[in-house]
């Protein structure tokens, strides 16, 4: 099992920046691959960007590509989501996920099925 829990959601004006993280506990080296999701209300859960757990590399949807930038702190346990140009259409709740090693898909994980852990989300709120 891991936990997962997200800190540094908050109010923030457009085109101001903001940093999410996301702290794992648990069976951590269970961990193949982890990512940001977004879920605004009346809208389904959307997939931000992802991270492999013990290789290099990032991935991104198109519509924050360029502007979010997904680290991790493997001696922390930690991911992080930095958002900048922030614009209203970011405001939603952000999660952060964990894919399992052994999981049944690998690479560029980016439907919610993939993942089977889950924190309880931040919410980001983007004033115009």
């Known amino acids: 099992q891991v936990q997962l829990v997200e800190f540094g959601g908050g109010l923030v004006q457009s085109g101001g920046s903001l940093r999410l993280s996301c702290a794992a506990s648990?069976?951590?080296?269970?961990?193949?691959?982890m990512a940001w999701f977004r879920q605004a209300p009346g809208n389904e859960r959307e997939f931000v960007g992802g991270?492999?757990?013990?290789?290099?590399?990032?991935y991104y949807a198109d519509s924050v590509k360029g502007r979010f930038t997904i680290s991790r702190d493997n001696a922390k346990n930690t991911i992080y989501l930095q958002m900048s140009s922030l614009e209203p259409e970011d405001t939603a709740v952000y999660l952060c996920?964990?894919?399992?090693?052994?999981?049944?898909?690998?690479?560029?994980?980016?439907?919610?099925?993939?993942?089977?852990?889950w924190g309880q989300g931040t919410q980001v709120t983007v004033s115009s």
């Open positions: 648990g069976r951590t080296s269970s961990i193949y691959s």
């Open positions: 996920a964990a894919a399992p090693v052994g999981g049944r898909k690998r690479g560029f994980l980016q439907s919610p099925g993939d993942f089977a852990s």
């Open positions: 991270i492999w757990w013990s290789e290099s590399g990032s």
